[in-house]
Nanobody, 125 residues
Framework: VQLQASGGGLVQAGGSLRLSCAIS????????LAWFRQAPGKEREFVAG????????YYADPVKGRFTISRDIARNAVYLQMNSLKPEDTATYYC???????????????????WGRGTLVTVSS
């Protein structure tokens, strides 16, 4: 399974970006998808997640109301729409997949089986 994230870039505070993550390779069974981010000198943190059937979504408190995660099951892709961006959102964003999770979402990066390379988001003040 391979994940490829894209869509990062430089944006001014208050602006928007849309990240995409394409999933390829054998994807048998159910898997949850999530976005994490890691700023320089900080640990990787959960941003948002979506269940295998795209029914439920979960968000970290700092991004609630500003970010929206969505999943296109037919296209094997997941997206993160980021609005009202703040300088503290600056980080490398990673998409990740956890195989065989059928209930809820884990916010622990150690639970995820596959990771994309990440895409850098820089928000200027």
């Amino acid at each position: 399974v391979q994940l490829q994230a894209s869509g990062g870039g430089l944006v001014q505070a208050g602006g928007s970006l849309r990240l995409s993550c394409a999933i390829s390779g054998p994807t048998f069974g159910s898997y949850a998808l999530a976005w994490f981010r890691q700023a320089p000198g900080k640990e990787r943190e959960f941003v948002a997640g979506v269940t295998w059937n795209a029914v439920s979504t979960y968000y970290a408190d700092p991004v609630k109301g500003r970010f929206t995660i969505s999943r296109d099951i037919a296209r094997n892709a997941v997206y993160l729409q980021m609005n009202s961006l703040k300088p503290e959102d600056t980080a490398t964003y990673y998409c990740a997949a956890e195989i065989s999770r059928t209930v809820g979402i884990s916010m622990n990066p150690r639970d995820y089986d596959y990771w994309g390379r990440g895409t850098l988001v820089t928000v200027s003040s």
